[in-house]
């Protein structure tokens, strides 16, 4: 089992790095509103070219039991192209 040092993990990235490297520097972000930020909401800005969308605030409560499969179906939706 090798042993990982501090060395061999790459660097995480801070501030505009990260904003230019990882997410490509994106001019059009549609930023979370209270009770208009589900997955119509983005899949819409995305439509209109919005280059990142985040989503809302999950209660956990809500998305985490085996029964709340209607909630996650409703605020996720992989075969929509959603990265959820």
Not at 30 to 39: K, N
Not at 56 to 62: E, V
Not at 65 to 78: C, D, G, K, L, V
Request: aromatic letters at 12%.
């Amino acid at each position: 089992m090798a042993v990982q040092t501090t060395f061999d993990r790459p660097r995480k990235l801070a501030g505009y790095d990260f904003y230019n490297q990882i997410l490509g520097s994106p001019k059009l972000i549609v930023a979370p509103m209270v009770d208009q930020s589900e997955l119509a909401w983005r899949i819409l800005s995305r439509r209109y070219c919005a280059q990142l969308c985040y989503t809302p605030m999950i209660n956990a409560k809500m998305f985490s039991p085996p029964s709340a499969h209607a909630y996650r179906a409703q605020a996720f939706n992989t075969s929509c192209l959603e990265e959820g």
